[in-house]
């Protein structure tokens, strides 16, 4: 079955360096999505993307977030100056265009900041 | 704007006893609805979707869902839990038509006990 890779499954950085987590979304599909789940928490919406542009984003996702999909399989989250609070699960997913078949996630990539 | 709330942050069951896990949604245009299951240190895997065809749904695992539209409910059931149910369980809803984003509730932990 189609899955969504994420990687690292785990990242430890120290606050202010910068941080890309990378996913490889399911070939056929064309939208991607980040969501994050801070421990404990539900999780939560940070952008979609489709078309080679951000569709939607939500108020977590400010100037220090940005994403990309530098070569067509790839789509990266990239933190610029990350802070403790970024501490969190980050899931990538993807879907095939109107969610008719649900969403597919990926395993997340755990980023611990100190 | 969506928004989904699930009753009971924790539900306890014997094993071979009724799951039922309680969803209810607020959406301005009828939702899709989303079951998806987190187990310990691993990502979202869906359980099973609701998109406007037929109102009872059967997913994975033995797991079921009834989209209510006069109870704006879609409340989780399973007849016997096993004790590989226990996970966290979160409920999402998005729009239709597009492949927006999903908004999650905040999960209920599933504990099965012997």
């Known amino acids: 079955e189609p899955e969504v890779t994420q990687t690292p499954s785990h990242q430890v950085t120290q606050m202010g360096q910068e941080v890309i987590l990378r996913c490889v979304p399911i070939?056929?599909?064309?939208?991607f999505y980040w969501y994050r789940q801070i421990l404990g928490q539900k999780v939560e919406f940070l952008v979609s993307?489709?078309?080679?542009?951000?569709?939607?984003k939500s108020e977590i996702f400010d100037d220090q977030f940005s994403v990309e999909r530098p070569d067509g399989s790839n789509f990266t989250l990239k933190i610029r100056s990350t802070k403790l609070e970024d501490s969190a699960m980050y899931f990538c997913?993807?879907?095939?265009?109107?969610?008719?078949?649900?969403?597919?996630f990926g395993s997340g990539t755990r980023l611990t900041v100190v | 704007a969506q928004s989904v709330t699930q009753l009971g942050s924790h539900v306890s069951v014997s094993e071979g006893a009724l799951v039922l896990l309680r969803c209810n949604y607020s959406?301005?245009?009828?939702?899709?609805l989303f079951w998806y299951v987190q187990y310990p240190n691993q990502g979202l895997q869906l359980l099973l979707k609701y998109t406007s065809a037929a109102t009872l749904v059967k997913g994975i695992n033995g797991f079921e869902a009834e989209f209510k539209k006069s109870e704006t409910s879609f409340h989780l059931t399973k007849p016997s839990a096993h004790m590989s149910d226990a996970a966290e369980y979160f409920c999402?809803?998005?729009?239709?038509?597009?492949?927006?984003?999903?908004?999650f509730g905040t999960g209920t932990r599933l504990q099965v006990t012997l």
């Open positions: 999402a809803v998005s729009r239709p038509g597009t492949a927006s984003k999903l908004t």
């Open positions: 993307f489709y078309n080679n542009e951000i569709s939607e």
């Open positions: 070939s056929n599909h064309l939208y």
């Open positions: 997913a993807s879907s095939e265009g109107i969610g008719l078949d649900g969403y597919t």
């Open positions: 959406s301005s245009v009828p939702p899709y």
